[in-house]
């Protein structure tokens, strides 16, 4: 029996819950201590260049949105992963495959690669999604290559 996709699902279920953590807490440092917040996703840059905002009311808000986006990002992945990728649906494939994969491709493209933030502050959500992407493709395709069962066929009344 293929169980690829199972593992699949517990890999997305950690990349939600990962962001879901992680969003929550940079919600609260983007309220509190906005300047605290970006020293935090900035690990990557020097510290004078990061700039000192002293809790400007819009960039506050801007970067506690993202964070909540975060958040909701987040759960909606981790919910498939449990309702959808555990049962090898298609469209929780093509949906967990969509969510995580861009706002991973956003953290590549405008965080790690430009070397604001570490890459051993934030290889882990990629790590994890890579994970996810790879067992569950892996998962679809056994599923797709897999003969139908009779006992299926005789459910289904095809003799």
Do not use: C
Not at 65 to 90: D, E, K, P, Q, T
Not at 137 to 157: D, F, H
């Amino acid at each position: 029996m293929n169980r690829m996709h199972k593992v699949g699902a517990v890999f997305y279920l950690l990349w939600g819950l990962l962001h879901v953590v992680a969003g929550a807490t940079l919600v609260g440092s983007a309220l509190t201590d906005l300047d605290g917040h970006l020293r935090e996703i900035g690990t990557g840059a020097q510290a004078a260049q990061l700039p000192a905002v002293g809790g400007h009311p819009v960039v506050s808000a801007i970067v506690a949105f993202h964070s909540f986006n975060m958040v909701w990002i987040g759960l909606l992945v981790a919910l498939i992963a449990v309702r959808l990728n555990w049962r090898n649906a298609r469209s929780g494939y093509w949906l967990n495959l969509a969510l995580a994969g861009f706002l991973d491709l956003g953290l590549l493209v405008f965080l790690l690669v430009p070397g604001t933030m570490a890459w051993s502050d934030g290889w882990l959500g990629p790590a994890l999604f890579a994970g996810g992407a790879l067992f569950s493709t892996l998962g679809r395709r056994r599923r797709a290559a897999a003969p139908a069962r009779p006992e299926r066929l005789q459910r289904a009344g095809v003799r």
